[in-house]
């Protein structure tokens, strides 16, 4: 059994550094280093409509904000196949037989569905079936393409679990034809969950507090310039806090020593800098300057990738189609193998059929 990378974005909205740290880094990182058999990254937008079921058009404008997103980043469709998640019927078919496998109050224990229902406003009886569901949902498009590992946040865990309950309980009940799969978290503690520019626990576009991957230079600087530091870090002269102060956790997250040797010389690496802010005399311009510095850095080439591919919108459109057809293929031959094990396979069974016709003979 090979390896296979697997993961998606819901196409709410771009692309922000969060996503950036927190899976899209690794996987471009993944798809250049070519250690696996198979690389799939798509577009959940079944997902996305779970809890937007009502503004369709949202999630149609952004599947192209986030291919586009993709593209910048380095995702080469000839190395990692791209796909739109509605676009595969298979998911909704495997979806179906995975949910008689999983109880209702399992689903309820799933923290991460649970801080969603709240932030969404979903208490009591207003929860969309389908959104509910949609560990389920998520477990099939993992299981549908048999991903032995899933690049994601550590949000994303509570799901991963779902998906190796449902497929232990698939492969004992029917037969062994799913995979049970990892998560790969960031490998950089800090990255795991960055805060927003306003120090919020996390990024996200409804709070406004996101820098976009497609930010120009100038909106990149604005948004540095008002970040939240250290509220007691007043006067220059007074020590600072790095502890929550959502400079110092992007500096954590980004910037390297190279960065310092290039852009801040007077310090060898975080650690100095983070010293002379907790002892004093260290003003906050200062670290948001080279802060800006080390994110227009990487940022920079995405925005000239970025503006070469929204030259030629259709060919991003048949990039997905094609990425589409090939996961498809997959998809299909994973579910003959979900509707053998599961006895639904009535008409490629020829010894069925005649074993029937035998049984009536007799009668
Ligand atoms: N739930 C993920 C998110 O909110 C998106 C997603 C859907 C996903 N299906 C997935 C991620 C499968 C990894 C694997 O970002």
């Known amino acids: 059994m090979g390896k296979v990378i697997l993961t998606g974005d819901r196409p709410t909205g771009k692309l922000h550094l969060g996503h950036y740290v927190g899976s899209l880094r690794r996987r471009v990182q993944l798809q250049n280093q070519g250690d696996f058999d198979r690389m799939f990254v798509f577009m959940a937008d079944v997902q996305a409509l779970t809890d937007n079921a009502d503004n369709p058009e949202k999630i149609r404008q952004n599947i192209i904000e986030v291919a586009l997103d993709y593209l910048a980043a380095g995702l080469d469709p000839e190395k990692c196949t791209l796909f739109i998640q509605s676009q595969i019927p298979e998911l909704a078919e495997l979806t179906t037989y995975l949910m008689n496998l999983v109880s209702v109050s399992r ?7 649970k801080t969603e229902v709240k932030m969404r406003g979903f208490e009591g009886e207003s929860i ?5 569901c949609y560990p ?4 099939a498009d993992i299981t549908l393409f048999k991903a032995t590992t899933v690049p994601a946040g550590e949000d994303q865990e509570p799901m991963l679990e779902v998906t190796r309950e449902l497929v232990r309980r698939f492969n004992q009940i029917y037969a062994p034809v799913l995979v049970e799969p990892n998560i790969m978290l960031p490998e ?6 960055l805060p927003g520019t306003d120090g919020k626990e996390k990024m996200s576009k409804s709070l406004g507090n996101c820098i976009y991957l497609s930010d120009t230079a100038d909106d990149v600087w604005q948004k540095v310039r008002s970040m939240y530091t250290d509220p007691e870090h007043v006067n220059l002269n007074d020590p600072g806090h790095v502890e929550g102060n959502a400079v110092f956790t992007y500096l954590d997250a980004f910037s390297t020593d190279e960065d310092f040797a290039n ?3 007077e310090y060898q690496n975080l650690d ?5 802010y907790r002892r004093g005399g260290l003003g906050d311009m200062k670290c948001k ?9 990487f940022l920079e080439p995405m925005r000239v990738r970025r503006a070469e591919f929204e030259k030629d919108i259709p060919e991003i459109y048949n990039i997905l189609k094609k990425g589409t057809e090939q996961a498809r293929e997959v998809g299909a031959q994973t579910m003959d193998e979900v509707r053998k094990a599961m006895r639904i396979d009535y008409f490629n069974d020829a010894e069925l059929i005649r074993q029937q016709a035998e049984k009536f003979a007799q009668k």
């Open 263 to 265: 852009f801040l010389p």
């Open 128 to 132: 969309p079936l389908g959104f509910f």
């Open 107 to 113: 689903v309820q224990r799933n923290p991460t569905v």
């Open 272 to 276: 100095e800098l983070k010293d002379h």
């Open 188 to 193: 950089n503690l800090t990255a795991r969950r």
């Open 289 to 297: 300057k080279f802060l800006n510095q080390v994110l227009n850095q």
């Open 136 to 139: 389920v949902s998520q477990a």
